[in-house]
């Protein structure tokens, strides 16, 4: 088992009674010196403090498992990054996405709005008209921002 699976399950563990769930986990650097990201959130989003909370408890586990020098950074996942988790969809619904997936074998880019989530398929909405995508097809999804004049 890697350092990620084994902290995925530490967090996972953490946050099992509680609304959030992990986005992602992120380890850079050496055994010398580890940089851990990790991007949580819920359905209906989450605050710096929660973030800070949740931050405290992961360090705790960190502390007493893994012996080594690292610096622990627990956030949202912001716009800027992917989304991973169906619940991260759900909650964009309505929003407009950049997303890619494979089709026929092929790589295919698509912008249009997530009208629908169902229980493995995104509903895209572009140019009035609707395209389901499977989630294991994603291969990046992105929520793209409107900026206004």
Same mark, same amino acid.
């Given at each position: 088992?890697?350092?990620?699976?084994?902290?995925?399950?530490?967090i996972e563990k953490l946050i099992s009674e509680t609304d959030y769930f992990? *986005?992602?986990?992120?380890?850079?650097?050496?055994?010398?010196?580890? *940089?851990? #990201?990790?991007?949580?959130?819920? #359905?209906k989003g989450i605050t710096i403090d929660e973030c800070s909370k949740i931050g405290i408890?992961?360090?705790?586990?960190?502390?007493?498992?893994?012996?080594?020098?690292?610096?622990?950074?627990?956030?949202?996942?912001?716009?800027d990054k992917p989304l991973k988790d169906i619940r991260q969809y759900k909650r964009h619904i309505g929003k407009n996405i950049k997303i890619?997936? #494979?089709e026929y074998k092929l790589e295919k880019i698509e912008i249009g709005e997530i009208k629908?989530?169902?229980?493995?398929?995104?509903?895209?909405?572009?140019n009035n008209s609707q395209l389901e995508i #499977?989630?294991? !097809?994603? !291969?990046?999804?992105?929520?793209q921002t409107k900026i206004k004049k």
């Open positions: 088992m890697t350092l990620i699976d084994e902290l995925k399950i530490e992990l *986005v992602d986990l992120i380890i850079r650097g050496d055994k010398s010196y580890r *940089v851990i #990201e990790v991007y949580i959130d819920t #359905e408890e992961i360090q705790s586990v960190l502390n007493k498992n893994y012996p080594w020098q690292y610096r622990l950074e627990v956030s949202s996942p912001g716009l890619s997936f #494979e629908d989530v169902k229980e493995n398929n995104i509903i895209l909405e572009k #499977e989630l294991p !097809k994603i !291969k990046s999804a992105i929520i």
